[in-house]
């Protein structure tokens, strides 16, 4: 329930929308895109103007914590030159679920991809695949 209410309050683009700006996303998705076959294998992400949903599936001998920290510090610090601010930009934890089942895998896919447009995000290019 809690997590449904961040979702809600997130999409409604309360909190600071660093993200919308277009170069500030690109450096969000580049990021995502980088790692891709050395860390992990991407299957789906949206960047969000306040918030960005990642879907992946670690490598063995990957850890969580530290590709989440990287992309974080990565992101954080070309973000904020870009958008001329100093300080933490993502919140210090992120949300992660562990997927037990295909159907659960496709369910968190098609909520990511589908999460621009329901936020009101016409046209949102910082999705990927697209569908």
């Not at 891709?36 to 294998?41: F, H």
């Amino acid at each position: 329930m809690f997590d449904l209410r961040i979702d809600y309050f997130a999409d409604q683009g309360y909190g600071a929308c660093h993200l919308g700006q277009p170069e500030a996303a690109d450096v969000v998705e580049q990021a995502l895109r980088h790692f891709d076959g050395d860390r992990y294998s991407l299957h789906a992400y949206a960047v969000m103007p306040n918030h960005a949903h990642v879907l992946f599936c670690l490598f063995r001998g990957s850890d969580l914590a530290r590709t989440m920290h990287s992309l974080k510090s990565y992101t954080s610090n070309r973000i904020n030159a870009i958008v001329g601010r100093a300080g933490r930009l993502w919140q210090p934890e992120y949300r992660d679920r562990i997927i037990r089942d295909e159907r659960e895998f496709e369910e968190t896919r098609r909520y990511i991809l589908e999460n621009p447009l329901k936020a009101g995000l016409k046209e949102w290019r910082w999705v990927w695949p697209s569908e």
